[in-house]
């Protein structure tokens, strides 16, 4: 394995030496390479399909089926092809009534009624109702479940049932991401609550298009055409079969070969390869995903602001979207997407070597210091953390890549229960609001409330500032004033630099001709409503 770094990161040095050669003003180099497509006259079988059995092979494995526990978006994309909620999500993250029929707020943001959608069974012949409803909120609130949707409901002060088809939720206090929020927390049957208790997570009912028929971990997911959809004339596909398949050049070839129908993501450096291909076509969109390498704030010597900021100026972001986003992305320059609500652009943290020796220096470690970075073991993570050793190198920081399979790498952030316990130090990761709000991009990653295992903000960032800032932007109904506050985050946090501030993706899927109404929304959940072969 260390042979293998080493081939690795000298490939990567001649790779980025390259790279940055033709970034200086070479444009149509950089053109021509992008022309030069390998594969060009290569053949792709098949173009027609007989049966209306989907795959989709996918990077990573799933983690959980409990649609309250969900935080992966390749989870909450398995939650959402067999469970629905109250309200969903359209194609540009705008929130719309799904098993609610209709829903009205009172001027003081604190009573939201919902009007639900009738005649509409859960999977296993149940009624969906308001009792169902109330059911589902009771769960999620209950401390003794300790569920990840828990902090989304903690304002819901009274769920009332007034009749069957009437829901009206009073909040203790205003919060102007609910309605993003409930759209976050799909409906499981009451009835298989009871059954299944803490199996919920293996064994989903709900009421969606689809019905769940086996998970092998690490290897499928396999869902089935609900019969009784209540939507008319959907699902138009029998089954769809979710394939972890981590390696990148290994669902290029299911993609190419038919083996799958619909591969998420693409792995932008193969995109040339199969661009122009007989049968095959290639979706790109902007998102809401983040790159980012969270830095232990607690843990010396990311306890000082200086390194924090040292790394951030250590790192080519331009090389960075260059050399793994194989062009397809851009840098990020805040805390959120510019396609998330609230968004505040901010500046620095232009490469500049010399500035980055300059504050190792001053924080105490001129000759730099040993690290360890964390990371998923699909191909990408691999390569972007290849990257990152390589140009902490440069200021004298050694960097050992640590790779772990998903589950694992999660129960080593989510087992320890205080931030003395837990071990990491740099994490290479992404996040994207599934919320599609600005507080689903913000509270969960920068509060003190948020530290693991009850909730994402890995670095262990505390601000006061900050974590005040927050609830103030919770509580604000007038639009302006939430932008303002959330303005004053994004900069703090910039400043803090809890982050060595990576990238923005391009949503990149490939599918074969044939498939069509499979969607990768902003935030890079797989939508399969209306998957259809033509």
Not at 15 to 33: D, F, R, Y
Request: hydrophobic share 35%; proline share 4%; aromatic share 8%.
């Amino acid at each position: 394995m260390k042979a293998k770094g080493k081939v690795w990161s000298m490939f990567m040095l001649l790779l980025i030496t390259v790279v940055m050669t033709a970034g200086c003003g070479n444009k149509a180099s950089n053109e021509g390479q992008g022309g030069n497509t390998a594969g060009g006259t290569e053949t792709s079988t098949p173009t027609t399909k007989n049966d209306k059995d989907i795959v989709i092979a996918i990077n990573s494995n799933f983690i959980t089926l409990d649609p309250h526990n969900a935080s992966d978006t390749h989870s909450i994309s398995a939650a959402r092809t067999m469970y629905e909620g109250l309200m969903g999500f359209d194609e540009n993250m705008n929130v719309v009534p799904v098993l609610a029929a209709s829903h009205s707020i009172s001027k003081d943001g604190l009573v939201y009624t919902f009007t639900l959608q009738e005649n509409v069974k859960f999977q296993d012949g149940t009624d969906f109702n308001a009792e169902a409803v109330k059911v589902n909120i009771a769960r999620i609130q209950d401390e003794k479940n300790n569920l990840r949707l828990r902090k989304s409901f903690a304002k819901v002060a009274k769920v009332e049932t007034p009749d069957a088809k009437t829901v009206v939720i009073t909040l203790s206090e205003p919060y102007n991401a609910f309605l993003n929020k409930v759209a976050m927390a799909p409906i499981i049957s009451p009835k298989a609550i009871t059954d299944n208790g803490a199996d919920i997570s293996k064994s989903p009912v709900g009421t969606g298009p689809f019905k769940f028929k086996e998970w092998v971990q690490g290897d499928r997911l396999v869902v089935e055409k609900n019969p009784d959809y209540w939507q008319k004339d959907l699902p138009k596909v029998d089954s769809i079969t979710f394939r972890p398949v981590p390696e990148n050049g290994s669902r290029i070839a299911m993609l190419k070969t038919g083996e799958a129908d619909f591969i998420y993501p693409m792995p932008t450096e193969q995109v040339s390869e199969v661009e122009g291909l007989e049968g095959i076509t290639v979706d790109t969109i902007d998102s809401t995903i983040v790159r980012y390498v969270t830095l232990n704030t607690m843990k010396k010597p990311f306890d000082d602001v200086k390194v924090r900021q040292a790394i951030n100026y250590a790192i080519n972001k331009d090389a960075y979207i260059k050399v793994v986003k194989s062009g397809l992305g851009a840098k990020l320059d805040s805390t959120m997407s510019s396609k998330t609500q609230y968004y505040s652009q901010q500046t620095g943290y232009d490469y500049d070597i010399e500035k980055a020796k300059q504050l190792l220096a001053e924080a105490g470690y001129p000759d730099g210091f040993e690290t360890e970075i964390w990371g998923e073991n699909e191909s990408e993570t691999m390569k972007g953390m290849q990257f990152i050793q390589q140009q902490l190198a440069l200021v004298g920081i050694k960097v050992e890549v640590k790779s772990m399979e998903g589950g694992t790498l999660s129960d080593q952030i989510n087992s320890a229960k205080t931030p003395e316990e837990a071990k990491i130090q740099m994490w290479y990761v992404s996040w994207s609001p599934s919320s599609g709000d600005a507080d689903g991009a913000t509270r969960g990653l920068f509060s003190s409330e948020m530290f693991p295992p009850a909730g994402s903000n890995t670095a262990y960032y505390k601000n006061e500032n900050v974590d005040n800032w927050i609830a103030e932007a919770n509580k604000a109904v007038d639009p302006e004033a939430a932008k303002s506050i959330y303005a004053n985050i994004q900069k703090t946090v910039w400043e803090d630099a809890p982050w060595a501030f990576m990238g923005v993706d391009q949503i990149i899927s490939g599918k074969r001709s044939y498939l069509e109404g499979v969607k990768v929304f902003p935030d890079g959940s797989i939508n399969v409503l209306n998957a259809e072969v033509k």
